[in-house]
């Protein structure tokens, strides 16, 4: 153990930005080299012409941990200068010819072994059959009063996709406190050739020291990006894949009686005050009101529940969520599943026959701000739910809302009421993955029927939104789950909980932001368990459809 600490610690030595020696050796016609001792590559090997040693100008400054810099038009190295299309070259502000110093080959800029040498203040030493020595002495030019950026890699060479595993031990010498900035570190890398990985470790004045580490990347190919991101990608991190190109998985649908589904979003944004849904249940039912104010002043959002039979009755709140105001559509409706799925209210009132109560009055919404609601309710007698849009300051009272005259619904959204408020269905993953499951395409997933009371119209209620899914996985274990938005954007929220190890987990999608690339799925799953319990509601705001994902590393 003390030995390989020492090797670390000579090797972060020997790294750019300390005191210390680097020491490049290679050979002409070869890609093959070595850096203070490791193994690194050339993508493209050093060259004899004319006699002369060429190196690949960028890639030996990489393997010495420099880089060309930008100075007055001129890219700039140690006292070297070269202009921005490399047909001059000036050396110490002296002008050196171009012949025999510098080739274009292809896509590679080939310097003088000798010239870059005296240009990085390096001594140069040749031996038998082209091969050349760099060597390169490191005064040490960072200040020890600042932090001291300090950090090993587990290797000194990784093959294409291979992961890359990093141990970083900063510190301050005075113990204040300080950040780290990383440059060009990856999980892995997918080209061959060197890759210099650097990190800064800078105060709260943004002063501070830089460490430089070079590591090879051979052709040895370990994983592709999509392997990587299935075996080692966390939950919320993307991979690239096209799912529309995975075969669908059959589903075993579960038939059995859902709450009904009452859904309030048209007209979406209302110009006035007026009725926007209004219907009866008994037993269960799930309420989604999804509106903005369309208006020029502030308006409210409400619900009123009333007792239409003849005796007493109690409503039950059973779970609710809702977001106000807010102007961004995904947010109203990922928020507003966070809420529903996480705040349980268990609220009671009593109605006596006729006797009508607010169940919901929404902040002041702002002009183009909206309101959105999901609510789960129950009751024991026959209860009529009433949503309506008040504008102004002043709070309408339940009798003036039961009064309003309905407002005509729009031709872009839907507004009735549905036999079921959830789906239930099973995916077996003891088949051939990559494959998908489809949510919200009709041709797949049929849009729940329903009908308009306030019209009479029949009504498909496409994308299934506020429709809960409740999906079971079989044969999960070690799987990985991801979901693709095909449809447009999409800002929601899935449930996963594993049956035999009790792990439940309400997962954002994504995190922060939205899913906007149908191409890269984002990881929801990383199964430990045999069996899985998903529960997936299509959120308002957001397109449809979307493609759940399945991998097994």
């Given at each position: 153990?003390?030995?390989?600490?020492?090797?670390?610690?000579?090797?972060?030595?020997?790294?750019?930005?300390?005191?210390?020696?680097?020491?490049?050796?290679?050979?002409?016609?070869?890609?093959?080299?070595?850096?203070?001792?490791?193994?690194?590559?050339?993508s493209?090997?050093?060259?004899?012409?004319?006699?002369r040693?060429?190196?690949?100008?960028?890639?030996?400054?990489?393997?010495?941990?420099?880089?060309?810099?930008?100075?007055?038009?001129f890219?700039?190295?140690?006292?070297?200068?070269?202009?921005?299309?490399?047909?001059?070259?000036?050396?110490?502000?002296?002008?050196?010819?171009?012949?025999?110093?510098?080739?274009?080959?292809?896509?590679?800029?080939?310097?003088?072994?000798?010239?870059?040498?005296?240009?990085?203040g390096?001594?140069?030493?040749?031996?038998?059959?082209?091969?050349?020595?760099?060597?390169?002495?490191?005064?040490s030019?960072?200040?020890?009063?600042?932090?001291?950026?300090?950090?090993?890699?587990?290797?000194?060479s990784?093959?294409?996709?291979e992961?890359?595993?990093?141990?970083?031990?900063?510190?301050?010498?005075?113990?204040?406190?300080?950040?780290?900035?990383?440059?060009?570190?990856?999980?892995?890398?997918?080209?061959?050739?060197?890759?210099?990985?650097?990190?800064?470790?800078?105060?709260?004045?943004?002063?501070?020291?830089?460490?430089?580490?070079?590591?090879?990347?051979?052709?040895?190919?370990?994983?592709?990006?999509?392997?990587?991101?299935?075996?080692?990608?966390?939950?919320?991190?993307?991979?690239?894949?096209?799912?529309?190109?995975?075969?669908?998985?059959?589903?075993?649908?579960?038939?059995?009686?859902?709450?009904?589904?009452?859904?309030?979003?048209?007209?979406?944004?209302?110009?006035?005050?007026?009725?926007?849904?209004?219907?009866t249940?008994?037993?269960e039912?799930?309420?989604?009101?999804?509106?903005?104010?369309?208006?020029?002043?502030?308006a409210?959002?409400?619900?009123?529940?009333?007792?239409?039979?003849?005796?007493?009755?109690?409503?039950?709140?059973?779970?609710?969520?809702?977001?106000?105001?807010?102007?961004?559509?995904?947010?109203?409706?990922?928020?507003?599943?966070?809420?529903?799925?996480?705040?349980?209210?268990d609220?009671?009132?009593?109605?006596?026959?006729?006797?009508?109560?607010?169940i919901?009055?929404?902040?002041?919404?702002?002009p183009?701000?909206?309101?959105?609601?999901?609510?789960?309710?129950?009751?024991?007698?026959k209860i009529?739910l009433?949503?309506?849009?008040?504008?102004?300051?002043?709070?309408?009272?339940?009798?003036?809302?039961?009064?309003?005259a309905?407002l005509?619904?729009?031709?872009?959204?839907?507004?009735?009421?549905?036999p079921?408020?959830?789906?239930?269905?099973?995916?077996?993953?003891?088949?051939?993955?990559?494959?998908?499951?489809?949510?919200?395409?009709?041709g797949?997933?049929?849009?729940?029927?329903?009908q308009?009371?306030?019209?009479?119209?029949?009504?498909?209620?496409?994308?299934?939104?506020?429709?809960?899914?409740?999906?079971?996985?079989?044969?999960?274990?070690?799987?990985?789950?991801?979901?693709?938005?095909?449809?447009?954007?999409?800002?929601?929220?899935?449930?996963?909980?594993?049956?035999?190890?009790?792990?439940?987990?309400?997962?954002?999608?994504?995190?922060?932001?939205?899913?906007?690339?149908?191409?890269?799925?984002?990881?929801?799953?990383?199964?430990g368990?045999?069996?899985?319990?998903?529960?997936?509601?299509?959120?308002?705001?957001?397109?449809?459809?979307v493609?759940?994902?399945?991998?097994?590393?």
């Open positions: 153990m003390a030995l390989s600490l020492v090797s670390c610690l000579l090797a972060l030595a020997f790294s750019g930005g300390q005191a210390g020696t680097q020491q490049l050796i290679g050979k002409a016609g070869q890609t093959g080299a070595s850096v203070n001792g490791a193994s690194a590559n050339y493209t090997p050093p060259v004899q012409i004319q006699g040693t060429m190196v690949p100008l960028r890639e030996t400054l990489t393997m010495l941990g420099m880089s060309l810099g930008n100075s007055g038009g890219q700039t190295v140690g006292s070297l200068q070269f202009s921005g299309t490399f047909n001059q070259i000036l050396l110490g502000g002296s002008s050196i010819p171009l012949d025999g110093n510098l080739v274009q080959r292809g896509d590679t800029m080939f310097i003088s072994a000798k010239l870059l040498a005296d240009g990085i390096a001594k140069l030493r040749a031996g038998e059959g082209g091969e050349f020595y760099i060597t390169l002495i490191r005064e030019g960072g200040d020890p009063a600042l932090p001291q950026p300090r950090f090993t890699t587990d290797k000194d990784y093959g294409i996709g992961p890359v595993k990093v141990e970083e031990f900063s510190f301050h010498p005075l113990g204040e406190p300080f950040g780290l900035r990383w440059s060009n570190l990856k999980p892995a890398y997918y080209k061959p050739g060197p890759v210099t990985i650097a990190l800064d470790a800078v105060n709260g004045s943004g002063r501070g020291n830089r460490l430089t580490r070079t590591i090879t990347i051979t052709d040895r190919v370990v994983n592709s990006p999509l392997s990587f991101a299935v075996k080692y990608g966390e939950v919320g991190d993307t991979l690239d894949d096209n799912t529309l190109a995975r075969p669908t998985l059959p589903r075993q649908d579960v038939a059995f009686a859902g709450p009904k589904f009452l859904f309030s979003d048209s007209p979406e944004s209302p110009e006035r005050v007026g009725l926007l849904y209004k219907d249940f008994d037993g039912a799930r309420l989604l009101a999804y509106h903005m104010n369309n208006a020029s002043v502030v409210r959002l409400y619900v009123v529940a009333r007792n239409v039979s003849d005796a007493p009755a109690t409503v039950r709140t059973a779970r609710i969520g809702d977001t106000a105001p807010a102007r961004v559509e995904g947010v109203l409706g990922q928020v507003t599943l966070l809420s529903f799925l996480t705040g349980r209210q609220s009671r009132i009593q109605l006596g026959a006729g006797e009508s109560a607010l919901y009055v929404s902040p002041l919404l702002a183009r701000t909206g309101a959105s609601l999901m609510a789960d309710l129950s009751s024991d007698r009529e009433t949503v309506a849009m008040g504008i102004g300051e002043d709070a309408l009272s339940t009798d003036s809302l039961l009064a309003l309905p005509p619904a729009d031709t872009n959204h839907v507004r009735g009421t549905f079921s408020a959830a789906r239930r269905f099973t995916l077996d993953l003891a088949t051939t993955l990559p494959a998908k499951a489809i949510i919200g395409d009709p797949d997933d049929p849009a729940e029927e329903g308009d009371v306030l019209s009479g119209a029949k009504v498909s209620l496409s994308g299934n939104y506020g429709v809960t899914y409740e999906v079971t996985l079989k044969n999960a274990e070690g799987v990985v789950g991801a979901i693709a938005p095909r449809g447009g954007l999409y800002k929601g929220v899935v449930t996963v909980e594993e049956v035999e190890t009790g792990r439940k987990e309400i997962v954002r999608l994504p995190r922060s932001g939205v899913l906007s690339t149908p191409n890269q799925p984002m990881i929801f799953l990383r199964s368990a045999k069996t899985v319990k998903l529960g997936f509601i299509p959120a308002s705001g957001s397109h449809l459809p493609h759940l994902a399945f991998y097994r590393p």
